[in-house]
């Protein structure tokens, strides 16, 4: 399988706890992105990558939270002392480096803090 | 900043219905404009998109959309659904700010084809 890929697809912790996700995107492409999604509500925009370069952060994204993409492949999203309403699924995209392009998903990392 | 608001939560719709889901925008330059579909247990994938030239596009499986300019809307339509349909929707768009695909998200439509 070629598209997004996203690992662990479901992390339950306790709060307080810290996690971590790995995002694996499509490999000619340079930008990554991460998204949050919680129950009833569209995703929304974190942070994003153009290869190794964070270029834009979301006020969404507390000083708990960071990304890293050191070698412009892969990226991982690490929580830190999680609380509940850190509970979501939070989705990686990718896409070529274009102001017009497609973003393809990944199939998410489901968050349960309890 | 930019906004996009879908009006309806939740559409239950029989088999060879006509479906129409309402997108409006906020966003004072220019946009590229998406539909997004998310099938049950599957990620979001690209139903179709907007950027420039004619306003009536169409996607995969005989979706398709129209640009309103004066309006601010991206309305999606099937003149037929069928019960594979049901799925979510998310709206979205990407104002031409320079830098990145950074698209913002409706809330999203439940859509449930009845056979």
């Known amino acids: 399988d070629t598209g997004v890929s996203q690992n662990p697809r479901h992390k339950i912790t306790k709060r307080g706890q810290n996690v971590t996700f790995r995002c694996d995107p499509i490999?000619?492409?340079?930008?990554l992105y991460w998204y949050r999604q919680t129950l009833g509500q569209g995703p929304e925009f974190l942070t994003y990558f153009q290869n190794e370069a964070q270029l834009e952060k979301s006020r969404l994204l507390s000083d708990r939270f960071s990304a890293e993409r050191p070698k412009g492949s892969f990226s991982t999203l690490e929580i830190q002392r999680t609380e509940q309403g850190d509970s979501a699924m939070y989705l990686c995209?990718?896409?070529?480096?274009?102001?017009?392009?497609?973003?393809?998903f990944g199939e998410g990392s489901r968050l349960t803090v309890l | 900043a930019q906004s996009v608001s879908q009006h309806n939560h939740h559409v239950i719709l029989s088999e060879a219905a006509s479906l129409e889901l309402g997108c409006n925008y906020s966003?004072?330059?220019?946009?590229?404009l998406f539909w997004y579909v998310q099938y049950p247990g599957q990620h979001l994938q690209l139903l179709l998109k907007?950027?420039?030239?004619?306003?009536l596009v169409k996607g995969i499986k005989g979706f398709e959309a129209e640009f309103i300019k004066s309006k601010f809307s991206f309305n999606l339509r099937k003149p037929s659904v069928q019960w594979s349909d049901t799925a979510e929707y998310f709206c979205?768009?990407?104002?031409?700010?320079?830098?990145?695909?950074?698209?913002?998200f409706g809330t999203g439509t439940q859509l449930k084809v009845e056979l």
């Open positions: 490999s000619e492409h340079n930008r």
């Open positions: 979205a768009v990407n104002g031409m700010t320079g830098g990145g695909n950074k698209l913002t």
């Open positions: 966003y004072g330059g220019t946009v590229n």
């Open positions: 995209a990718s896409s070529f480096d274009s102001n017009t392009g497609e973003l393809f």
């Open positions: 907007y950027f420039s030239g004619d306003p």
